[in-house]
């Protein structure tokens, strides 16, 4: 049994190390120690995980590896308990010996361990039987509670509507009673019906808290009889104080509404009695019953009036209800009973006033109406009370009826329609010099465009609600103008009327008439940028900073937008100066006839030509419309531009010329020397040397310095100007060609 279950005893020789295996001879030496990434403690915790401790570690350490070392940590834990065993073998051997007459011990203890679970179980059934008696008891009074709270309930509503009709039965009979028995009794009837509104108010609660009870529903015919005759008492007792004006009446009036939650008959009363017929008197709604309305469909006049039948026949009830801590907050006279009622009649005596067919009246209304519900306004006591008002169903409805969206559209058809009008015209049209100041706009589509801005922030067009789409507007304006301007200086660079119809202005403008142009764009700038400027944030100086900053920064790219159309219209002023100015240069071309196959000696004098070549832009520069309508900035610029270019085609021909000279001499000369051969005749020369290139160099050359003494004395130095200084390179003397004189 020995050998089976546990290994021999220890020998004498077991003391000794082990025998090492053939392995640990031959091969590797051993590590007795696991390494560090092997911990064998983590192995003994309560919350190991064998899957999540594998995961872990074979990030960086190979399956492999960790079986083989697993194995070998088996293997070393096996020996150890080997080891052990062989160690107190003689301790574990008697071990069996000393577990005797264990299961008696066991027996022994069972029978007080079930006795002491009888006893626990039956406590716990007796208690658990005092608890359900407990709790159905708990149950019976919690039941017998609310019936008490119901039965209590149902004798309060009882009590309540038997008080309610004795109450009411010392009412009044009818409306004569008020009037018969003074402001005195009227003040005591008053106060009766405020305590019958709170018993009604109590009422209502104790109906809200038992509903669809037989006993209810059989007192609802009371119920109801007791509502209808507080109301009708209620509208005659109000009725009676505001014909009278008895405010303490008035006031217990509208308390009791308040109680009862009924506002909206108190403001339907205090229209119907006051409101409605001084309305009437203003708007009546048959216009041959007209009593101190204004005839027409403005309501200005109509607004001044009912202002003052507001401010002597309703503000006392006003004032009445904004006492403060008075619980009358939840009315809204001014909107429910005033403004509904001039709604309703403007609405049946004058409804073309909200219709902006006809934009300049409908504005003139539209103004006068906010001027109104501005004064209105001017009567709530607080800011609350002004977003309460502004809240109001009524003023929602009242606003809706004025249509800004579609004024704003026939505005817009109105004024882009001018400007479209005026830049239809076939022509540039300018105004009568006695017609306009001096320094103000010439042509008619530059005026049309200032006013069409200016119209989008008048008095009489703007509407401040939308500002923000006239403001696009006025951005769109000025668009408009410099894709029309832009567009049809691009048509006359091409040239070609037929493939731009609605150009024929640009096409057919002469460079004066450009003048204007120019002049007017300067103008346009300034004002947009300046004076129009400052009109539009004067206008909205109530908005937001960022507001602003952003509308000024939108003008400011409008106006600079105008002013970047100036260089193409310099540029198509240049253009036509110059091919006024090639029309002479082509004269070039009979230089090379006149010293061409001639004996003709060197020229002494530049070409009749020269003196043309400047003259347009002399004139222009000299004519009158430059000199009133640009600035010397203006004109230098002009001057230099065109200058450039007329030296850049002045360069051009030259070079052409003279090239085509030297071509053509070339081959003369060839051919003379072949025919000279064939004679054995000696050549010549004659003219000491001179060729026809260089007398006809000489030509260009007399004529270029005339052109420059013609620049100089417009004011451009020539020598300044890089193509006239490649054309001194051309035509020059070898002699002078590092230095120009002339």
Known sequence: MQDLQSPPPPSPQSTHAPPRSATDLFGDPTDPNPPQWLNPTLFQSQDFDPESYISDLRTFVPLETLRSELRSHFTSLQR????LINRDYA??????????????????MRAPLFEIREKIDGFRNAVEGSLAALQNRLKQRADAGEAREVLELLLDTFHVVSKVEKLIKELPSGQTDYVESGSNLRETQSMLLERIASEMNRLKFYISHAQNMPFIENMEKRIQNASSLLDTSLGH??????????????????????????????????????????????????????????????????????????EDDCKFLLDISSIE??????????????????HSAIQKGKPVVFSPGRPTVFLKNYKASLDFLAHLEGYCPSRSEVV?????????????????????????????????SALSVAGLVPVASDQRKPQELILKQSIALLECLRSCWRDDVLVLSCSDRFLRLSLQLMSRFSSWLSAGLAARKAGNVGSNPGFEWAISA??????????????????????????ILELLKSCPAEVCDFVKQSILQGGKSLKGLLPIVMSAIIE?????????????????????????????????????????????????????????????????????????????????????????????????????????????????????????CMQLFLDIQEYARSLSLLGVDAASIPPYQSLWQCVAPAERKNTISF
Request: aromatic fraction near 8%; glycine fraction near 6%; charged fraction near 25%.
């Open 576 to 696: 036509t100066i110059v091919e006024k100015s090639v029309e002479d240069l082509r004269q070039l071309k009979g230089i090379t006839a006149t010293y061409r196959m001639t004996n003709k000696p060197l020229p002494v004098r530049h070409s009749p030509y020269v003196s043309g070549v400047l003259r347009p832009l002399k004139e222009f520069l000299e004519g009158e419309r430059a000199a009133t309508c640009l600035t010397n900035e203006t004109r230098n610029e002009l001057l230099q531009g065109a200058a450039l270019e007329i030296t850049h085609r002045y360069n051009d021909l030259t070079s052409e010329l003279v090239n085509m000279s030297r071509r053509t001499e070339s081959s003369l000369q060839k051919l003379r020397l072949g025919a000279q051969r064939r004679a054995g005749a000696s050549s010549d020369v004659s003219d000491h040397n001179l060729s026809e290139t260089d007398k006809i």
């Open 325 to 342: 801590n008075s619980g009358l907050h939840v009315s809204s006279f001014l909107a429910n009973s005033i403004l509904k009622e001039v």
């Open 510 to 535: 002469v460079p004066d008439d450009l003048v204007y142009v120019v002049h007017d764009l300067n103008r346009l700038g300034e004002d947009v940028c300046g004076d129009y400027l400052e009109h």
């Open 388 to 420: 309460k008002f502004r809240s109001e169903a009524a003023y929602i409805e009242f606003m809706k009826q004025w249509n800004v969206g579609v004024y704003f559209s026939l505005r817009f058809q109105e004024i882009a329609g001018a400007l479209d």
């Open 91 to 108: 301790d574990f051997v008697s071990l069996s010996t000393k577990l005797t007459d264990v299961d008696a011990s066991v027996v022994r």
């Open 237 to 310: 007792c109000l009725v009676d104080g505001l014909e009278y004006r008895d405010a303490n009446a008035i006031y217990n009036c509208l308390r009791a509404y308040a109680a009862i939650d009924n506002t909206k008959n108190a403001e339907e009363t205090f229209r119907s009695t006051i409101v409605g017929p001084l309305i009437q008197k203003v708007i009546p709604q048959n216009p041959s019953g007209v009593v101190g309305g204004s005839s027409g469909h403005e309501l200005e006049e109509d607004y001044v009036k009912i202002k003052q039948y507001i």
């Open 80 to 83: 150890d308990l080997v080891d």
